[in-house]
């Protein structure tokens, strides 16, 4: 079982910086691919970016060129660095991982980012 535990979140103002990052602990082993979610109030939870362990990252449509996910493996943690933050990007955000075997997708209680105008 994989443990994931998210920081970083936080109040920023809209063209802004915020890094967030999520610790992996548990069985190593099931540490797969990684990412983050987001969900707005009202709004179904989106992807917002994934890694796998040899750093193939993919993003959403409303991050590309804005957001970053880059992962250590030596510390089992990822991160996601997001720039030019726009109101829009606020919401919960969730920290993920896909058990490579089940393909169960499990995320970690969440961080709350919030970008005001």
């Known amino acids: 079982q994989v443990r994931l535990a998210e920081s970083g979140g936080g109040l920023v103002q809209a063209g802004g910086s915020l890094r967030l990052s999520c610790a992996a602990s548990?069985?190593?082993?099931?540490?797969?691919?990684m990412g983050w979610y987001r969900q707005a109030p009202g709004k179904q939870r989106e992807l917002v970016a994934s890694?796998?362990?040899?750093?193939?990252?993919e993003y959403g449509d409303s991050v590309k060129g804005r957001f970053t996910i880059s992962r250590d493996n030596a510390k089992n943690t990822v991160y996601l660095q997001m720039n030019s933050l726009q109101p829009e990007d606020t919401g919960v955000y969730y920290c993920?991982?896909?058990?490579?075997?089940?393909?169960?997708?499990?995320w970690g209680r969440g961080t709350q980012v919030t970008v005001s105008s």
């Open positions: 993920s991982n896909r058990y490579p075997t089940t393909l169960e997708l499990i």
């Open positions: 548990g069985s190593i082993s099931s540490i797969n691919v």
């Open positions: 890694i796998t362990s040899g750093g193939t990252a």
